[in-house]
Structures are given as C-alpha cells and as structure tokens.
C-alpha cells in the first residue's frame, strides 16, 4: 500500500475493522498522511474444534480466517453460542498459547454458559476419595489453598490441567480438570467453602 500523496510505502494502522475484507485506517510513516485502504482477506478455512460441556466433547469444525490470531482464553463464537478456547494444537503436533489460524491443527473449547466441572481427589494415605464441583470458570485454584468440601478440609497439593500436572503457581478452573488434596484436621481454617457446588 501506497500514500496517495507521497508515495511511501511504510505505514502505521490505526484501525482495522471488517470481516470477509478489511477496512484499515493508515498514517503515512513518510508524510503522515490518513488514508483508507480496503484489503481482501484470504477466504476462511476450516479448522477442528472440540467443545465439551461437562464430560462429554463433540468434535467438529469452525470457518476462520487464516490471518487471525486467536490465543488461550479467548471466546470466540460457534453455533450461535459463546465458548471459550482451552487449549491451541498446531499443525506441528505441540500445544502453544496462541496462534494465527493458518498454522492451527485443532482448537478446544468449551461452552461459556456452564460452569466448570472439575474433579476433586483427596488422598487419605491411599484411600481416595473423590467429588466433583462446578465452579465459575474464572475461579481460580491456588497451590496451597485450604478448601472445605462437606466435611472434608483438604489443602490443593497439584493440579491437572488439560496440558500439564501444576504443583506451583495456580490455574483458572476452565482448564482445570481435577484438583489434587491432602486431608487436614476438621478445625483447620480455610480459604473457601466449595459445599455448595458439588455436584
Ligand atoms: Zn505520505
């Protein structure tokens, strides 16, 4: 793209806007010239995605362009509904944090009007003994967090998560699927109380 006035090729965007082509805004880096430029985008491609709700996935594709970026996190819209992307494989085989359409293999995601499912192990030298609870999905769980559940009071020891096993740090409850405790004493104060969302 050149400026209609000087000729420069180098240009700053201002704004992008527009689905099947875009409309961006431009200043000139030689003149500082503004002016409009409408691109063509690269027709949409299908890409596999994977939605789950609860314990069961469905796998299908979704129309994307090959030029948008889409990250972890991120909701996009399919089928009318609202879901939020849990996890980015690429065409290379690896899981990555985000990526433009053109190098993904399969996205998934899940259903933003439900909460989250996650399982709950407390380990009593052997003997386990699991739950499930539904969560906001931007609950968070913390290594070191002390829980009650019924009457159970467990400190979260490790985390699965739908790409990796968290022994530090914290992961958000959309990619969480089970959460891993160690019991502790009835009289033991806690952090929060997840009674009420067990399943
Ligand atoms: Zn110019």
Same mark, same amino acid.
């Given at each position: ?65 090959? @030029? ?65 609870? @539904? ?65």
């Amino acid at each position: 793209m050149k400026c209609p006035a000087c000729g420069f090729e180098s240009y700053e965007i201002l704004k992008s806007k527009g689905k099947h082509s875009k409309e961006l805004l431009l200043k000139c880096e030689g003149c500082g010239n503004i002016y409009r430029e409408i691109v063509r985008r690269e027709k949409p491609v299908d890409v596999r995605i994977i939605t789950s709700e609860f314990e069961s996935s469905k796998k299908e594709f979704i129309k994307l362009y090959p @030029d948008e970026e889409f990250r972890v996190g991120d909701v996009i819209e399919f089928q009318n509904k609202k879901v939020q992307i849990t996890s980015i494989e690429t065409k290379r085989g690896g899981r990555i944090n985000k990526s433009l359409v053109s190098e993904i293999n399969t996205i998934w995601a899940s259903s933003l009007d439900i909460p989250a499912r996650i399982g709950i192990s407390v380990d009593f030298g052997g003997r386990i003994i699991s739950k499930k609870v @539904d969560v906001d999905r931007d609950f968070e769980f913390h290594i070191g967090d002390v829980v009650k559940l019924g009457d159970l009071i467990f400190k979260v020891n490790s985390i699965k998560t739908i790409e990796r096993k968290v022994r530090k740090g914290f992961a958000k409850a959309y990619v969480t699927k089970r959460v891993y405790g160690k019991p502790l004493d009835r009289g033991v104060r806690y952090n929060y109380d997840l009674s009420s969302k067990l399943v």
